[in-house]
Nanobody, 124 residues
Framework: QVQLVESGGGVVQAGGSLRLSCAAS????????IGWFRQAPGKEREFVAA????????NYGDSVKGRFTISRDNVEKMGYLQMNSLKPEDTALYYC?????????????????WGQGTQVIVSS
């Protein structure tokens, strides 16, 4: 069982930056792909980014490519999502998730563990 806790959300103006963090409870997080997903009000949850256990391969949703960067620190049991050039449409509840294995999966069903989410609001 892996518990995940997100932090770093908040209110930021358009064009600004935020860094989200995902703290894992177990060292076995080093065996899991870490993914970030988000859900805006009235919309389905969507894939944002994923990074394999080694950190050598990443994958991004089309709407965040070139603006967001996912990273991880297996020693510290942490995952990160650096978000730059934020837009109002990035406003959402952001979730960290962990899926066993080494594929940068965008499918939610491939992730067994989920955090409670951290809110990001981007004002225009």
């Amino acid at each position: 069982q892996v518990q995940l806790v997100e932090s770093g959300g908040g209110v930021v103006q358009a064009g600004g930056s935020l860094r989200l963090s995902c703290a894992a409870s177990e060292r076995t997080i080093s065996l899991y792909t870490i993914g970030w997903f988000r859900q805006a009000p009235g919309k389905e949850r969507e894939f944002v980014a994923a990074i394999i256990p080694s950190g050598l391969k990443t994958n991004y949703g089309d709407s965040v490519k070139g603006r967001f960067t996912i990273s991880r620190d297996n020693v510290e049991k942490m995952g990160y999502l650096q978000m730059n050039s934020l837009k109002p449409e990035d406003t959402a509840l952001y979730y960290c998730a962990a899926g066993y294995g080494s594929t940068t999966n965008s499918r939610q069903r491939e992730y067994a563990y989920w955090g409670q989410g951290t809110q990001v609001i981007v004002s225009s």
